[in-house]
């Protein structure tokens, strides 16, 4: 039976669209039969990120009623399928998010996993995705404003009778005064699913002209170590989460003067 999940985080901006792709690649890359569906309506994030905006039947057309699901399903990288939406303001007004829980249950059976990128705050687009998949994993900054949203978000998904069972920790920069993986577990009282650094190399993926999740480009990457660990802990795998090193000050200050002097100045010293 497929495992229905929406990435959700309550505060806008914490990584729900880019951990979706890149966890969803993952997924796939280790042979999981993955759906990942842009259930934010309105804005479409995850469909230009996979470069699928302009499909020419979209979510947007199965909410409206005029398609069925299986027209808006596309082939994306590693054999992931897609649902994407589209950008017209048009279909997006028309179209009705109460019906994409009978669109998931329609198709969850055929996969491993389905993968629901939700739009931020707990508007009635983003209750229509926390009520359309069976379980919900929350994405949080490692920082208070973050938390509290999250927790909120955790207690509607409750009451809308889908299961919060996960945390994934996004952009840790193992600086002072964030907060602790075990402080964010407590609070949430979730397990840990993930710690993904903050990573220029992910920032980097709506500049590049030929923009692809950093799963694709730097699977070795820190972000892209990270993405993978959390598909291999969804897969049922034992998988333990390091935090970030803080680095201190003294401890940036010594590392710059600790870096090696580049080879073309010690050939210039040797003249
Ligand atoms: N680990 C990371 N390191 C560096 N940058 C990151 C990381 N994760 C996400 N980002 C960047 O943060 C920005 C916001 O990410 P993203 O769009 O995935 O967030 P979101 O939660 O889906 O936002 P929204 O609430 O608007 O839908 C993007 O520019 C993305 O590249
Ligand atoms: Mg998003």
């Known amino acids: 039976?497929?495992?229905?999940?929406?990435?959700?985080?309550?505060?806008?901006?914490v990584g729900k669209t880019t951990i979706t792709a890149n966890v969803g690649i993952a997924?796939?890359?280790?042979?999981?039969?993955?759906?990942?569906?842009?259930?934010d309506i309105a804005m479409a994030n995850l469909s230009l990120l996979l470069q699928m905006q302009n499909s020419p039947i979209t979510l947007h057309e199965v909410l409206i009623g005029e398609a069925s699901v299986e027209d808006a399903?596309?082939?994306?990288?590693?054999?992931?399928?897609?649902?994407?939406?589209?950008?017209?303001?048009?279909?997006?007004?028309?179209?009705?998010?109460?019906?994409?829980?009978g669109v998931i249950e329609a198709v969850e059976d055929n996969y491993d996993f389905v993968l629901l990128d939700a739009p931020a705050g707990i508007e009635r687009n983003v209750m229509s995705s926390l009520g359309s998949s069976k379980q919900v994993l929350l994405v949080t900054l490692p920082n208070s404003p973050s938390l509290a949203d999250a927790l909120k978000t955790k207690m509607v998904a409750e009451r809308l009778m889908s299961k919060p069972f996960g945390v994934i920790?996004?952009?840790?920069?193992?600086?002072?005064?964030e907060l602790a993986k075990d402080e964010i577990m407590k609070m949430l009282e979730l397990p840990c699913y993930g710690v993904i650094p903050y990573d220029p190399e992910v920032r980097k993926t709506f500049i590049l002209k030929d923009s692809k999740p950093i799963i694709l480009?730097?699977?070795?990457?820190?972000?892209?170590?990270?993405?993978?660990?959390?598909?291999?802990?969804?897969?049922?795998?034992?998988?333990?989460?390091?935090e970030v090193k803080r680095q201190g000050f003294l401890a940036k200050l010594l590392s710059i003067f600790k870096k090696k002097p580049e080879k073309k100045s010690t050939e210039a010293n040797k003249k």
């Not at 495992?3 to 985080?9: E, G, K, L, V």
């Not at 890359?29 to 569906?37: H, I, K, N, W, Y």
């Not at 920790?169 to 002072?176: H, L, Q, S, V, Y």
Request: net charge positive; no cysteine; hydrophobic share 35%.
């Open 217 to 242: 480009r730097k699977p070795n990457s820190p972000a892209g170590k990270a993405f993978q660990l959390t598909a291999a802990k969804l897969s049922g795998q034992e998988v333990k989460f390091d």
């Open 27 to 39: 997924l796939a890359m280790s042979g999981q039969r993955v759906l990942m569906v842009d259930a």
């Open 73 to 101: 399903i596309y082939s994306g990288p590693k054999g992931v399928d897609f649902i994407p939406s589209g950008l017209s303001l048009e279909s997006y007004r028309s179209a009705d998010s109460q019906r994409l829980k």
């Open 169 to 177: 920790i996004n952009m840790m920069r193992g600086e002072k005064g």
């Open 1 to 13: 039976m497929g495992r229905s999940i929406t990435i959700a985080s309550g505060k806008g901006g």
